[in-house]
């Protein structure tokens, strides 16, 4: 599978209710070793967004990326709904996009996950 796959597709929940579409993609290096040099990378999760009104240029990553505060600002409350779906929500990928194997209420906001690591 290849990242153009899984960018801009639709993402449904468990009942077929829209989530949004896919903004990027969450990899982690931890596969097997390839030609005994590094590990290869597995899709962790997906950044999904209900619009895609501009870039997130990095500020959906939480709280520890600095940069203008009109921007910062803006670009939260654009992608207040953005949400992070773990690998492990995905259910099938088809035609019609992504189908998750969970409801949408329990998909995490990417600002919820950053707030539960930062009390």
């Not at 600002?73 to 992504?98: C, Q, S």
């Amino acid at each position: 599978m290849r990242l153009s796959d899984l960018l801009a597709r639709p993402v449904r929940d468990s009942s077929g209710q829209a989530v949004g579409q896919v903004a990027d993609v969450r990899l982690v290096q931890d596969g097997p070793l390839l030609r005994q040099v590094h590990h290869a990378f597995r899709v962790a999760g997906l950044i999904v967004v209900t619009r895609h009104t501009g870039r997130l240029f990095g500020y959906e990553r939480g709280p520890a990326i600095k940069g203008p505060w009109l921007v910062r600002m803006l670009l939260k409350v654009l992608h207040r709904n953005t949400r992070y779906v773990p690998w492990e929500h995905v259910d099938r990928i088809d035609e019609a996009g992504i189908l998750l194997r969970v409801p949408l209420r329990e998909v995490p906001s990417v600002h919820d996950l950053y707030q539960e690591s930062n009390p």
